[in-house]
């Protein structure tokens, strides 16, 4: 069974920086797309980024966030980050992963992810 961990959320000012981390248990990452969505207060959930598997040579982010966050593997921690700077007071949100057994080598692959984390919080502060 796929179980994801997030971390690294918290609390940081307009223009600050936070790593998150999303962690597997009982698989091994590089055969899973990974995304990254969040849900702010009273808004739909909405995709953030994804890598595709193995190496991770595809990489997506929705508009807003070009720029400013990156996606990666650590394949020795079995994890996938994202790098988020100059964060901004509309990046606030819950931040989840999830993940599919999937190459995830077009956007398509990010829609109905069936495995989630339970979310970390970013709250930035104006």
């Known amino acids: 069974q796929v179980q994801l961990v997030e971390s690294g959320g918290g609390l940081v000012q307009t223009g600050g920086s936070l790593r998150l981390s999303c962690a597997a248990s009982?698989?091994?990452?590089?055969?899973?797309?990974v995304g990254w969505f969040r849900q702010a207060p009273g808004k739909e959930r909405e995709f953030v980024s994804g890598?595709?598997?193995?190496?991770?040579?595809?990489?997506f982010y929705t508009d807003s966030v070009k720029g400013r966050f990156t996606i990666s593997r650590d394949n020795a921690k079995n994890t996938v980050d994202l790098q988020m700077n100059s964060l901004k007071p509309e990046d606030t949100a819950v931040y989840y992963c999830?993940?599919?057994?999937?190459?995830?080598?077009?956007?398509?692959?990010?829609?109905?992810?069936?495995?989630w984390g339970k979310g970390t919080l970013v709250t930035v502060s104006a």
């Open positions: 999830a993940a599919a057994r999937t190459p995830g080598k077009d956007y398509s692959a990010y829609v109905g992810m069936p495995y």
């Open positions: 009982g698989v091994t990452l590089t055969s899973y797309a």
């Open positions: 890598v595709s598997w193995g190496s991770g040579s595809n990489t």
